[in-house]
């Protein structure tokens, strides 16, 4: 049962909608905010970018593992949740509960394919594989996806950690839930809970 929530934003860009919709969010219990904006590397470059982003992540873990929450609900710095994001995700009640958005530049949904384990790999976009907008405004199983909005218990930030792939060239969403994946944890997703995702421009993309 979750009840005791950390709502962490890491920030990069930070959008005032993505703060105001975290803000808004719908919930009776206790609820902390961490808007931690801490990119120790100077640089606008993709490398500097991942490293920061990593850093930010293990930063946030790190500060959630301090305290007695029962879950961590991420919610990226150019990501609008709806108002009862957390609401939903806490009621799937499962290891980590996703939302959906589309990625900035492809524009497919975050949500992946829930593939049969043992599988090496986590899967694909539903979009990739023509399951969107079929599965919409449903509780379904995924092998994960991006961590733009996710809730995460506890047990699973106890045992997984953030890291980089072997090339460090990849952001850490991947390997994390690669490794959320092979560890056995149910992964599912609200579809109803459709955020934005804000570009760089100031346009709102949402999914269709």
């Given at each position: 049962?979750?009840n005791?929530?950390?709502v962490?934003?890491p920030?990069?860009?930070l ?7 975290a ?21 606008d470059?993709?490398l500097?970018?991942i ?14 593992l301090?305290?007695n929450?029962?879950a961590?609900l991420v919610?990226?710095?150019?990501i609008v949740p709806?108002?009862d994001a957390?609401?939903k995700l ?20 975050n949500?992946?394919?829930?593939y ?16 969107w907008?079929?599965q ?6 995924c092998?994960?996806g991006?961590?733009?909005c ?11 950690q ?46 269709s």
């Amino acid at each position: 049962m979750v009840n005791d929530v950390m709502v962490f934003m890491p920030v990069k860009r930070l959008e005032f909608a993505a703060i105001e919709a975290a803000l808004n969010l719908e919930w009776d219990g206790p609820m902390t905010f961490v808007f931690q904006e801490d990119n120790p590397l100077d640089g606008d470059d993709r490398l500097t970018g991942i490293k920061n982003h990593l850093h930010q992540y293990q930063r946030g873990r790190e500060l959630f593992l301090m305290g007695n929450f029962d879950a961590m609900l991420v919610i990226e710095s150019d990501i609008v949740p709806p108002q009862d994001a957390l609401n939903k995700l806490a009621a799937v009640d499962t290891d980590l509960a996703y939302g959906v958005y589309v990625f900035r530049v492809s524009q497919v949904v975050n949500i992946f394919e829930a593939y049969q384990r043992p599988a090496r790999n986590h899967g694909e976009s539903l979009s990739v594989r023509g399951l969107w907008p079929g599965q919409k405004n449903k509780v379904i199983d995924c092998s994960g996806g991006g961590l733009g909005c996710v809730l995460i218990k506890r047990h699973v930030l106890e045992e997984i950690q953030f890291r980089l792939n072997d090339t460090g060239a990849a952001f850490c969403d991947s390997p994390f839930t690669t490794d959320c994946w092979q560890a056995g944890y149910e992964m599912k997703a609200d579809t109803s809970v459709i955020c934005g995702h804000v570009r760089e421009d100031g346009e709102v993309l949402w999914p269709s």
